[in-house]
């Protein structure tokens, strides 16, 4: 197996070249799934923060801003999230410490929401 994920074609052509019909279907099948998986975003980081279970001001802060996505909380930053109004450490922390866990937890959340996904995190 190749950990360089670069081959040149003339290399892939002459070791699929080896293989026989069922191998390449195989092996064709298995590079499609795994082209699906990377060209797909990080789905944590499309989480809503209604499913991220905050209190309600920390929801109203990043509401009232435009904040729906994790994604969005990162790109944001936390320091920016508490210039906010009516964000204050308390607040900032809180939704800090719901995304960092969501973050270590990220492979335990694909298709999780709700309590579910409070759950997974261990944020219930």
Known sequence: MYSNPVILDDELRAHLNRLN????????????????VLRKPDYYLSITVEDLQLSTRAFDVLKANHLETV?????????????????????????????????????????LTGQDLARAIGVE
Do not use: P, S
Request: with cysteine; proline share 0%; aromatic share 4%.
């Open 71 to 111: 994604m969005d909380i990162l790109e944001c930053g936390y320091d920016n999230i508490g210039l906010f109004r009516h964000a204050g450490q308390h607040t900032v922390n809180e939704i800090k410490n719901k995304v960092e866990r969501l973050v270590a937890n990220k492979n335990k959340v694909r298709g």
């Open 21 to 36: 019909e069922a191998d390449c279907v195989a092996a064709m099948k298995i590079l499609r799934q795994r082209l699906t």
